[in-house]
């Protein structure tokens, strides 16, 4: 939870404490620790860390939008399928079947060839990943829950598709939903990560997290906590962030679960 | 009687983990080749003092203070690795529902053996064994056999085979937690008389949990009356049945449905109307199946308007698929259903929504049928709005004269199922069903998961509905259940109408062998 906030603070205010411009050159390159440059400076001479308090933002704006927007789009799309079954749910299958197939990182990597570089097109293929993932798992719940009796008796009595799916099947689908929410959310941090440490995330002279490990591999023997800050703050935040998820899912789950053991 | 007692219960305290106190004070001393029956209500505790005497705590829940001697040896006092030796050996238990109690992907053979493997018997030991075991509970052994799955076996062979678990180590105690409750009556039957000829065979004590008194009746030596965590009440069965002391003893004795051999006209409970010319519903040549099984075959029968029709069968003669294929919700169903002489079609979906609404059905097991998501006054106001005739302003008094109507507590209202009591549930799920206004109401099994004294209000609440002009169809295997509510029965078996009739025609002059033997195994009780 601390250290979810300590990320998610220093990624959204990092740009408003840094001492120096991303992109200003302040000296040497690789210049040790020191009181002025408490990161010391990267390949270019650069203060490192005001490049690292800028370098959060893109991550998380991209990640958090790119797992919203899947969610809201697959969690419908599932509970319909789910509910309705018969040829839209074959087909909903079908084409969720066929993303799957293609693997993640490469799959972004032509999409991003294909469109060049830039957030909106990174979030649209993230989203387009996680869609097919979160409607089989949506899917596969509202198949369980759509066979509770409260869900036969609703239908016995007449009530429609839209009230069913929002009074009786979404409220019981939550818990699962926001376990893997959490773990998508990791998922996207990573891919985008990775696709910046691969050059296909903001362009130079951006500072960017996955970008800065990269391009401060040179440097890992003279200065390793230019890359070794980045990297460990990707996979804290990562951590942080299914863990957060994860306990928030226990907490609505426990509070509807029967005691009746 | 031996002078010592195999098993002493000595002051035995259970508590919650807030220190709310479940089991209070219970002494308790069961001889060798005895029977002591613990009976209550559910929440009364029993089931928690019976995992206490091995040595176990429910989540959240804490032993306290007291002693459980066997032998001599305070097991509670035991370090754990000792206590595990005893349990399981020394100490046994037939849980209530077989199907949870063994592990779906391990064959039954491997499953026993696992026991006799973990208290240290051999290999060559096992065999012999495990052949006696499953002699003994009747069930054949051999190779194929214990090769099975549990999926494969019915709920009374997977109970034979817990059954058989628990006595295969050669226990000093065997703890039976309703070990019939989920069985249909002719199983529960074959399973009780299994149990008496163990007890006489074997040289253990047993406990045996249950709310049924009937089954007290037909298994106990001596009897237990717990009432809210305290022992209420001990006694020999005589003294229990036919000089009970407390209050709620009587009580529980009072509110068993019996057959009406003995009332002096059935037609003094069962209010009869004269049916109207037409029938509400009929059924015609109605046939059933799941996916290549074939459930029902071939039903026919009518209901009058402001009747009940009693539909009996064991489990798996057909009786909750018609129940379902009648509400719509069953899609694999052929033959004609005429509802007011119109022709009914089978799907949910392709009925009106009026029509929709003309049918109710309550379910089984209220813990599956109420959205737990949903407080109790949502989940009516659901069912009344879907009227759109009705103004706003007159729900919520629709909403509340229905839960009062099912006499439900107003505290109750804003709360949620798991907050209920299971007989409390089920009133909400009959408030639900009312508050469509419906010409007829199915009722699948709707008290079996209920206790006696619950079961009683229920069936009450049902006969007042039925006054009010209700129809209804009421599905169920209880035969001494039904005397009491539906002027005609149905009696079905492996889909087949074996039977149908006037109810007293049928109880009191059975034609089929199958309902004689309904009849027969329809435990009684003549206080």
Redesign the interface.
Known sequence: MAAVLVVVTLAVFGPFISPFQYDEIVGGPFQAISVEHWLGTDYLGRDALSRFLYGGHTVLTVAILATGIAYVLAVPIGIIAGLRRGALDLLVIAISDVIYALPPTIFLLVLLAATGPSIPATVLGIVVLHVPRVLRIARLITLDVATSEYVEAAFARGEGWMAISLRDILPNILTPIFADFGVRLCGSIILYASLSYLGMGLPPPAADWGLMISENRIGITIAPWLAIAPALAIALFSVAVSTLSDSFARSIGRSSRSDNA | MPSTPTLVVDALNLSDLNGRSIVRDVSLSVNVGEVLAIIGESGSGKTSLALGLMGFA???MRIGSGRVIIDGRDVLSLPAEELRAYRGNKITNVPQNPTASFSPRMRIGTQIREVLEAHGRDQSQCHSLIENALESVSLPNNEAFLKRYPFELSGGQLQRVAIAVAFITGPRVVVMDEPTTGLDVSTQQTILELIRKLVQTSEASFVYVTHDLAVVHSVADRVAVMYRGDVVETGTREQIFKAARHDYTRMLLKSIPRLQHTSTSPEAVVPQRPPSAAPLLSLQNMQASHGELKAVNGLSFDIAQGQCVGLIGGSGSGKTTTGRAI???HTKVEGKLLFEGRQLPWR?RD?S?AD??A???V?Q?P????????SISQCVR??VC?DASLAPDVVEGHVSRLLDRVRLPKRTWSL???DLSGGERQRV?VA??L??RPKLMICDEITSALDVSIQASVIELLLELKMDGLSMLFITHNLPLVSDIAETLVILKDGNMVETGETSAVLFNPQHDYTKALLASALQLRA
């Open positions: 429910r989540p959240g509400t719509g919700l949910v009925r929504k929709l609404r049918i109710q059905i379910f097991n813990d599956r049928s109420l959205n737990p998501r949903e659901r069912a879907l949620y199922p798991d799920a639900r069903a508050a469509t």
